[in-house]
Structure formats: C-alpha cells, structure tokens
C-alpha cells in the first residue's frame, strides 16, 4: 500500500507562516484525495483541507478558509499545506491522509495516514 509522511512543521509566532510537506511513496495511484487533518492535546481529530488529485478541486475548513492553502505536486507524489496568519489555535499535529474516494472530512473515510508533524504557534 501508500506510505505517507509529512514534514515541515516547528514553532512559529502568531501571524506567522509555515508550509507543510506531505510525501507518498508506494502504490499512489490507487487514490483520488489527500487531505490534512489536526488534533489538539485533549481535541479530536479535525479535518482542515483536502485535494482532488485528478481536478484539484480544494475544500477547507472554516476556520483556516482564507489562510491555510493545500496544492498538490502530482509529478512528484507530493501535498503542500501553506499556512498564513498562523494563529494560537492552529497549534495541533497536523497529519496528511489518503482515500480512494471523492473529498470528505471525516477521519474515518481515510485509507493511509501518515504519523504527523507538530505545528505549534506561540503568542
């Protein structure tokens, strides 16, 4: 199956911007969106953004709508997440996920996760 890791993440000021990479290797053809998710220490897991790798069609969540930027490198199996105007309560692991499926933001359509990277953003 697909192995997805992501990087980037670190420790960032309010206002501030950071880019997330998320890399996958093995058999990628088998899916259709990739997506972001974050949880917070004591939080569930939330969806934040997700891409169409056939059309690029891009979806978000509301409170990262006009901030957060998710784009796709389908040449080289990789998902970014730009992140602008970072703010206390994107602080979260951020995790990059795989389906076979249409866009959606539940966790649970999910097929591949890779193990997350810490976002934290300070005042």
């Known amino acids: 199956q697909v192995q997805l890791e992501e990087s980037g993440g670190g420790l960032v000021q309010a206002g501030g911007s950071m880019r997330l990479t998320c890399t996958a290797s093995?058999?990628?053809?088998?899916?259709?969106?990739v997506a972001w998710f974050r949880q917070a220490p004591a939080k569930e897991r939330d969806f934040v953004a997700a891409?169409?790798?056939?059309?690029?069609?891009?979806y978000y969540a509301d409170s990262v709508q006009g901030r957060f930027t998710i784009s796709r490198d389908n040449s080289k199996n990789t998902i970014y997440l730009q992140m602008n105007r970072l703010e206390p309560e994107d602080t979260a692991v951020y995790f990059c996920?795989?389906?076979?499926?249409?866009?959606?933001?539940?966790?649970?359509?999910?097929?591949?996760w890779g193990q997350g990277t810490q976002v934290t953003v300070s005042s």
């Open positions: 093995g058999r990628t053809s088998d899916f259709y969106t």
């Open positions: 891409i169409s790798l056939g059309g690029g069609a891009e």
């Open positions: 996920a795989a389906q076979s499926s249409l866009a959606t933001r539940r966790p649970n359509d999910y097929n591949s």
